[in-house]
């Protein structure tokens, strides 16, 4: 059965720190791209990031490019999205998501969804 669990979200204040965890199992994670998106209350889903082992990390969201930093540890079939500088407009739920495509510059669609995490962010 394949899982993503997502987690590591929270209420932080303007300006803080939140590293999220995507907890993998149940497929090839080596060989998979993982790409984290979110979705803010009222707003479609967008794609944030993209890791892949074949062709390294992509942005989708070049406006968070330079906060956010996508990683993974294969060892741990975990993936990570370090988010720096959070802005009360980050407010959202972050989902990770498997994708159809070992490759990111693919642009996969998502394959398998996580849960969510919900990360608020304070004025």
């Known amino acids: 059965e394949v899982q993503l669990q997502a987690s590591g979200g929270g209420l932080v204040q303007a300006g803080g720190s939140l590293r999220l965890s995507c907890a993998a199992s149940?497929?090839?994670?080596?060989?998979?791209?993982i790409g984290w998106f979110r979705q803010a209350p009222g707003k479609e889903r967008e794609g944030i990031s993209c890791?892949?082992?074949?062709?390294?990390?992509?942005n989708y969201a070049d406006v968070l490019k330079g906060r956010f930093t996508i990683s993974r540890d294969n060892a741990k079939n975990t993936a990570y999205l370090q988010m720096n500088s959070l802005k009360p407009e980050d407010t959202a739920v972050y989902y990770c998501?498997?994708?159809?495509?070992?490759?990111?510059?693919?642009?996969?669609?998502?394959?398998?969804w996580g849960q969510g995490t919900l990360v608020t962010v304070s004025s």
């Open positions: 149940g497929f090839l994670f080596d060989d998979t791209a």
């Open positions: 890791i892949s082992n074949r062709d390294g990390r992509f």
């Open positions: 998501a498997a994708l159809n495509s070992p490759y990111c510059s693919a642009y996969g669609k998502p394959a398998y």
